[in-house]
């Protein structure tokens, strides 16, 4: 499946933004979701992941209870709401698809397909 991530871009702290991954190729329906991100000089980590059926999401905890993640399988497409942005969240986000087998991964060498990635700056 071919993932196009976008809705990055320069916000101020405390602001927010929504990113988007549509997919092609493949539908989404059967297949669990996630968003990484990396910052410069750093390792690519998980943010959020969400199951094919929308009713199970994880958060890494620097996010939780500031980031959403959700998906719409109609429209091939999943999103996700960052509020309350702060500096430290600064980095390139990409989203990740791979088959549903019944849990979230956290590990980005579980996701087999992958978008080209969004850039989220946030100013102080």
């Known amino acids: 499946v071919q993932l196009q991530a976008s809705g990055g871009g320069l916000v101020q702290a405390g602001g927010s933004l929504r990113l988007s991954c549509v997919a092609s190729?493949?539908?989404?329906?059967?297949?669990?979701m996630g968003w990484f991100r990396q910052a410069p000089g750093k390792e690519r980590e998980f943010v959020a992941g969400?199951?094919?059926?929308?009713?199970?999401?994880v958060y890494a905890e620097s996010v939780k209870g500031r980031f959403t993640i959700s998906r719409d399988n109609a429209k091939n497409m999943g999103s996700l709401q960052m509020n309350s942005l702060k500096p430290e969240d600064t980095a390139v986000y990409y989203c990740?698809?791979?088959?549903?087998?019944?849990?979230?991964?956290?590990?980005?060498?579980?996701?087999?397909?992958w978008g080209q990635g969004t850039l989220v700056t946030v100013s102080s």
């Open positions: 990740a698809a791979d088959d549903d087998f019944g849990f979230v991964p956290i590990m980005s060498r579980t996701y087999d397909d």
């Open positions: 190729g493949r539908i989404l329906r059967r297949s669990v």
């Open positions: 969400i199951s094919w059926s929308g009713g199970n999401t």
